[in-house]
């Protein structure tokens, strides 16, 4: 059965990112399709951590990390679940001098970007966050960061799009993407054939393709973060939990469960898939047990990972392509695009209908990587877990 | 000895010491092999042939009924292999990948590297979620029979057996030989379901005589047997009290303190899935299930399946599969092997899997049981989760994936892993999006397949299956 479809703006990839902005975009009046190639929310942006956090990124992610902090306690309002988002606090915790220097550093840098983050000392970390055990000798808090449910939130997003008068196609593959005149020309799964105005590239770490075959290269690979989760507890720990260096990160959700990350997973035989190693897992478990002491007669009853891709710089792909006009990048949040996302969304609403955006993300610019494009496949480690590119499967 | 020289040994790795895992053991045996056998149980047997913690003067007889030759011979040929094999009791198999597994002995996590693996997972039971079902004092009739075998004692005093598939009356027989009191055995399918076994005299008269007796001896020891029950309620408060269902259109209610209940059996795959075979859906078992071909080949070479982890055939169909797969075992390494052997226990299987089919016409899995799921009954035992808000969850989220329902309601999510769950879970999803059972999908598995303690340490050294 073949289909035609035409719209203004079509987003390929259903992750946070794509279906924040297709609900954004919809609010401003434009028809949007989203696509994906599986179903929306099932990959990064529904199997992350959740941390809902600013402390910690780059200086220049912070503004439109700021923008994003704003939408999340109107979720409720904007796609009809909270999404068990809570302002619980994150905690960056400090072993040693070295790292507490670095939180200090951080701290003084970033003074000017509204996080209001406290130095905790030692002792100010045994009176307030008692249930921490020994080995830390100090934290860095952002009172105003938190966490929430990946699963419900992504899913949310795509669900609330659809509501909203998306035209939300699931399980269906992007395959090639074309510049037909003053419009795209889409290929997809199904016999689908789509026309568009403009197109969102958020096809997380399966985007790069897509921007090659517009001859924009990028360096991106891919991570797989692994994580555990505890069957549920009584309540152990009030806050988010980061760590400086090789250490975990560590939640506890509404319902009890000990959600704790740190290790990295491996790819199966096939590179969409992935999955944590027994090692890696049991490190992070031990870890996490000997941190705190609440959690020492805890059962671990699950392991899952996700893929995400990942720039060299660890900052993301953000803004109009250099070569196509009306294509649009957002890719490449190395592991921490879920806070972001919402706002990243509204920005790319806003460079469709005003071409511009008063968030500053000239720093996520996919120029940046002119001159490293050539050395792609040599040092920047993009080659090497990159999906292959198939000759044929995207026409430029 | 060091894990280094493992790797070099390459040894096969079995799961499951019942009588898949164990006729697949000694048939590597025999060929001069050294397999290593793991179990989470303290000795071995399996669900069916599981043995009794301590010795409590119960004969073989007493535990195993007609089938305490099989399960003597089974136990004594196992036995017979010590020393040629290595056999790891409680010992759990958490984690599988690529020729290596994380197995949890003795309080530490051991890595084996294994060349060849025999998966003999064995069945739980399958349920539906029914009103009650989660009440202290039910069990499923899988989990009454290892507490009358393991432990020598009954699920109550006064006991209801509920259900479909030959479990149900094997379970309420054994309790009733035992000395319990059996009040009722409800049948989930109408009497008439029943002349289908006469379909399978010709296959195994045997089989169909001894279950005809055991019903019969039901009836004359007082047993009151119901046919075509539905709409089921289990009663209680604090634990049961009594059951009520309806039949033929009229109410009936019976006083109880114990309930046995089961749909018939589900496989556990979360191995074979973690091993990256291929899965295919079985219309007899309403389920999908990894693939495997005649000798117990899967998608996935090197990786092997037998017996009820791939698909329900019961024990002697078990025992059957456990040595043709290690056979092909065998020759897929270039090692000899008896073909004709191979071929004789293709045989075998093939008529017990007609034999199956029958079975299913005579023990139906009630599906639309689902229909009367109420909103206000307990779906997901772990994490407290109603059939009412999967329903919302599903029309909320516009869901009709398995793994996607899983993850906007958290069905499935919790310290069994949908192992419960799962198959009702399934049956809700495809009746509230108007699909066939297998286009929702199924519950992919992760590791741990069973919880960990989180203080859980990695053995030293990778050790070496010694
Ligand atoms: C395990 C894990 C833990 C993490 N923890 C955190 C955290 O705590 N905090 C945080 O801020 N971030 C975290 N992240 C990162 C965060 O999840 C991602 O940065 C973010 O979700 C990226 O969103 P996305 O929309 O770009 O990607 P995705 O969610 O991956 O979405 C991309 C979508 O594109 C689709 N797609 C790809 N190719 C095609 C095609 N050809 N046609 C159609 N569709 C296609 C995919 O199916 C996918 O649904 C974590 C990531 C992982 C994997």
Redesign the interface.
């Known amino acids: 059965m073949s289909r035609r479809l035409e719209v203004d703006v079509a987003i390929i990839g259903g992750g946070l990112v794509g279906s924040s902005a297709a609900l954004a975009l919809r609010g401003m009046g434009f028809s949007v399709a989203l696509l994906d190639k599986g179903f929306c929310g099932a990959q990064a942006s529904g199997v992350n951590y959740g941390g809902v956090r600013r402390q910690g990124r780059p200086i220049e992610q912070l503004p439109l990390s700021q923008r994003a902090h704003a939408v999340w306690p109107r979720l409720k309002a904007l796609i009809g679940i909270d999404g068990e988002f809570l302002r619980s606090g994150h905690l960056k915790l400090a072993r040693n001098e070295a790292d507490m220097a670095a939180l200090e550093t951080y701290a003084a840098t970033i003074a000017e970007q509204g996080l209001d983050l406290e130095l905790i000392g030692h002792n100010g970390l045994r009176e307030r966050f008692g249930w921490i055990g020994d080995g830390v000798v100090g934290a860095s808090f952002c009172p105003g960061d938190g966490h929430a449910n990946p699963r419900l939130v992504s899913t949310g997003f795509a669900a609330a799009a659809r509501r909203a008068g998306v035209e939300v196609l699931e399980n269906t593959p992007v395959e090639g993407v074309t510049r037909d005149g003053d419009r795209f020309a889409l290929d997809a799964a199904g016999n689908l054939t789509l026309r568009s105005r403009f197109v969102i590239n958020s096809a997380g770490a399966w985007a790069g393709p897509f921007a090659e075959s517009f001859g924009e290269p990028v360096p991106l690979s891919r991570i797989y973060p692994s994580m555990v989760v505890t069957e549920p507890m009584a309540p152990v720990m009030s806050v988010n939990i980061g760590m400086t260096g090789r250490g975990i990160y560590a939640r506890q959700v509404e319902r009890g469960n000990v959600v704790v990350g740190g290790e990295r997973a491996l790819p199966l035989g096939d590179v969409d898939l992935s999955r944590p190693r027994g090692e890696g897992a049991l490190s992070i478990m031990n870890r996490a047990a000997a941190l705190f002491p609440g959690l020492r007669h805890a059962q671990a009853i699950r392991f899952w990972s996700g893929t995400e891709g990942a720039m060299p710089d660890e900052n993301p792909v953000i803004g109009p392509s250099r070569t196509t006009p009306g294509l649009l990048h957002a890719f490449g949040f190395t592991g921490a695009g879920f806070q972001i996302a919402p706002g990243v969304g509204e920005v790319l609403a806003e460079l469709v209908r005003d071409g511009e955006t008063e968030t500053p993300i000239e720093a996520f610019s996919i120029g940046r990587f002119k001159e490293i494009s050539a050395r792609t496949d040599a040092g920047s480690g993009a080659g090497q877990n990159q999906e292959p590119h198939q000759p044929g499967e995207i026409r430029p | 000895m060091n894990g280094q020289s493992t790797s070099e040994r390459q040894q096969p790795l079995i799961v499951g010491a019942g009588p898949a895992g164990i006729r697949a053991a000694q048939a590597l045996v025999k060929a001069g092999l050294r397999p290593l056998v793991v179990d989470e149980s303290p000795a071995c047997g399996g669900q069916i042939y599981r043995q009794r913690l301590v010795p409590d003067g119960r004969s073989s007889r007493d535990l195993y009924g007609s089938e305490a030759q099989k399960a003597e011979a089974l136990h004594r040929d196992f036995a017979a292999l010590d020393g040629r094999l290595d056999y790891w009791p409680q010992a759990l198999l ?2 599988l ?1 690529d020729g ?1 597994a ?1 197995i949890m002995v003795e309080g530490t ?1 051991r ?1 084996v590297a294994y060349d060849g693996l025999v998966l003999a997972t064995g069945a739980t039971d399958r349920i539906l979620p029914i009103p009650g079902w989660t009440l202290p004092g039910v069990f499923t009739l899988g989990g009454a029979q290892i507490a009358l075998k393991s432990q020598g004692c009954a699920i109550g005093s006064r006991i209801v057996f509920l259900g479909s598939g030959p479990l149900l009356y094997l379970v309420a027989w054994q309790y009733m030989k035992a000395g319990a009191k059996v009040a009722a055995v409800l049948d989930t399918a109408p009497f008439s379901a029943k002349f289908n076994l006469l379909r399978g005299l010709p296959l195994f008269p045997s089989i169909v005589l001894r279950g005809m007796r055991m019903t019969a001896e039901l009836k004359l020891g007082g047993v009151a047997l119901h046919y075509g029950v539905g709409d089921v309620r289990i009663e209680g408060t604090e634990k049961v009290g009594a059951i009520a269902w309806r039949q033929d259109g009229l109410e009936h209610r019976l006083a109880c303190d114990g309930v046995g209940y089961g749909l018939a059996l589900r496989s556990e795959t979360q191995l074979a899935d ?1 091993a ?1 075979c291929s899965f295919a859906f079985n219309q007899r078992d309403r389920a999908l299930l990894p693939e495997r071909d005649a000798a117990g080949r899967t998608s996935v070479a090197g990786v092997y399946l037998a017996g009820d982890g791939a698909g329900i055939t019961g024990a002697d169909a078990a025992e059957r599969a456990g040595e043709r797969s290690a056979l092909a075992l065998l020759q897929d390494r270039g090692l000899p092997h008896d073909a004709s052997r191979a071929a004789t226990l293709e045989a075998d299987l093939a008529r017990i899997g007609r034999f199956r089919d029958v079975l299913e016409a005579a023990f139906p899995f009630p599906a639309h049981w689902v229909r009367d799921i109420a909103d206000t009954t307990t779906l997901c035992r772990c ?1 407290e989760i109603k059939a009412g808000e999967v329903r919302a969850a599903i029309g ?4 009709h ?1 398995l ?2 329902l899983k ?2 309601s ?1 069905i499935g ?3 069994c ?1 949908g192992r419960i769950c799962g198959a009702g879970a399934a049956e809700l999803l495809a009746h509230e999006t108007n699909r066939n059972i297998e286009a929702v999908g199924r519950l992919r598995s ?3 397949i069973k ?8 053995a030293a050294q990778p050790e070496a299956a010694e």
């Open positions: 958490w984690n990948r290596r994380d996590s890595q973690l990256g994490e909320q989220f516009g869901v994936e793994n996607r993850a906007v958290r999510m919790g310290r892993q992760q590791a741990p919880p960990v303690p989180l203080t859980l340490a990695l």
